[in-house]
């Protein structure tokens, strides 16, 4: 009854929105639409809906399709509020409905060459609050443009080519860019957007706050040390082996401190972040086997921080060894050279105006060295689950959404893809240290 309840509010009431609520959709009506639910779209904590819409003109026989997506979030209020689900979801909805829309508008009052259009799917609607049509709870809808019609997939399950990391780098520089040219022409813009985000912490008021990620990165950290503790030949360079020992002894215990501490702002490099910036979350065409383009989706982590957050995760979860031996700085110089250009054309600033002194490739190099090991800690928390068997990824969702402290879901974790999985996440940290990303636990 509970299902046929907001199916019905779906293909009515939400439709009546969608059309009044966008301009160019007002002189249509609804003739008839279709309601699914592909279980390839089912996700951890968001259920989606495909809705192929049949309109027709009003003033003259002109009859289309509206292929969409309507994202909501799942679960009844206890596991919303322990999965921090009233947090991420309004945080989606502010950055379709106000952040997207005032950096759109930036660009195009710049004439910047930037197509921000490209960015991400076209929203259609995006509000929170009581929807008494659909439930009894409070929600967030999600109304987007389908693009699997128009030639968008994902991409590959992990490791990305050198290809697929430049288009993922200088796509996240445009958005990223967007932050810095509001602070520097002096716009009172960023601050209210800023505002807007709900805060996403590891730590609050001295207590874990994102308490389903603590359990999660304390048992990867266990399965880390553990890996160590039987290949210490790993650790044969002595710096290496001082910044593990030192991670190990500052934050096996009290991992959330440490990803606290990359949550610092500043008023020079910090910009509103996508938040969960890695291959799961964009969608890429392709000519062929070659990727054209790429659009983000999923902001439901938005923060406001360091870019090294969005960079390093993607980074440190898509790129494998070999990659990060032979590619890692020319994704870094793709992502500051696109970075650098839109700062300019979107403040009309020359390149040797001292205001972007800040943000020339050595500063801002130095400045994400300071939280790199952001995607480090991400990467050996998420890489396992991504390699694992279809019969752990079904046991670690079990215990995601039904008990995070059970002895079975410790043991899943530190099993789940087993050796490769083991070695990979060991050579992220080896990498991460080698780059100097750690240096700061020296300090």
Known sequence: MEEERKRFYLQNELLRKVITCNEDLQDFEVIGCTLETPKSLDGFMATMYSLEVAVCRKSHDESTYLKLLVKVMKGDDKFRRESLGLILFPNEINTYKNIVPAFKTLVANSKARIDSDSWCPRVYFAEQGNFPGYSDQFETILVMQNVLPLGFTSGPRLNLDKTHLTLMA?????????????RILGSDVLDQLVAKIIPLNF???????????????????KRL?????V???LLSDANVRTDIETLREKYSSIP?????????????????????YNRNNVLFK???????????????????????LDLSFFMYMNMDDNSRETLWNQVLFSYHDELFRCIQELTGLSADDS??????YENILNHLSRYF?????IAVKFVPTMMASPDEINQIVHYFHNDIHAAGFEKILLEAGGEHANQRIANVMVHCSMSGYMSFLRD
């Open 170 to 182: 200088r796509k996240i520089a445009q958005f990223h860019a967007c932050s810095y040219a509001m």
């Open 203 to 221: 730590v609050q008021d001295g207590k874990v706050f994102f308490e389903s990620y603590d359990v999660v990165f304390r048992h990867s950290q």
């Open 225 to 229: 040390f553990k890996y160590f503790d």
């Open 231 to 233: 290949n210490p030949n």
């Open 256 to 276: 959330s401190q440490l990803m606290q501490r990359c949550l610092t702002t500043d008023d020079v490099y910090s910009v509103i972040l996508h938040g969960d």
């Open 286 to 308: 392709y000519d062929g086997a070659i990727p054209t383009d790429v659009l983000m989706i999923d902001f439901q982590e938005n923060r406001y921080g360091s870019p090294a």
């Open 355 to 360: 205001r972007l002194k800040p943000y020339d």
């Open 373 to 377: 090991i952001y995607g480090a800690m």
